[in-house]
């Protein structure tokens, strides 16, 4: 698969979304139907994630394919784990909302092994029963750390990258 990785612009915001609903179809027919509930993520979040310069997209040429978002740390969603806990309390990035618009073809091991490359500290989680997430999570080198509870009070599997 070809393409590069850049920040998006206004005209990917589209796509993004496009990705985000195709992410989300994807999740309900493979036994994960709640996870990113109703219309979240959408519109507002790919803008806020945009204004921020947050939000990275895998151009194949004619336009994104695959998005994620990419913060620095802290996050105050990750400041309590259950579970063995991070590997450290270095600086650390966050990628959060990563979606592909065809799943199976590599794009969110592109982006994360691009993220990887770039960060040698990465948290990142997803739903219990997200396990493409999880296993595209794992391939890249992500360590399975515990539980945290996001904004509405749900869990998600914890996840944390370090590079030596």
Known sequence: MGGRIRLATEDDLGAVVAAYDAARGFMRANG??????????????????LA????????????AVAAMSVLPGPDPTYAVIEGVGWLDDDPYWVMHRMAVARPGRGAGTRLLSWLCERHHNVRADTHADNFPMQRTLEKCGFVRRGTIWVEDGTPRVAYHFVRR
Do not use: I, M
């Not at 990113?36 to 979040?45: E, F, K």
């Open 32 to 49: 994960n139907p709640t996870q990113w509930p109703g219309a979240y993520p959408g519109l507002p979040d790919a803008e806020k994630d």
């Open 52 to 63: 921020a310069g947050a939000l990275w997209v895998l151009d194949e040429g004619l336009g």
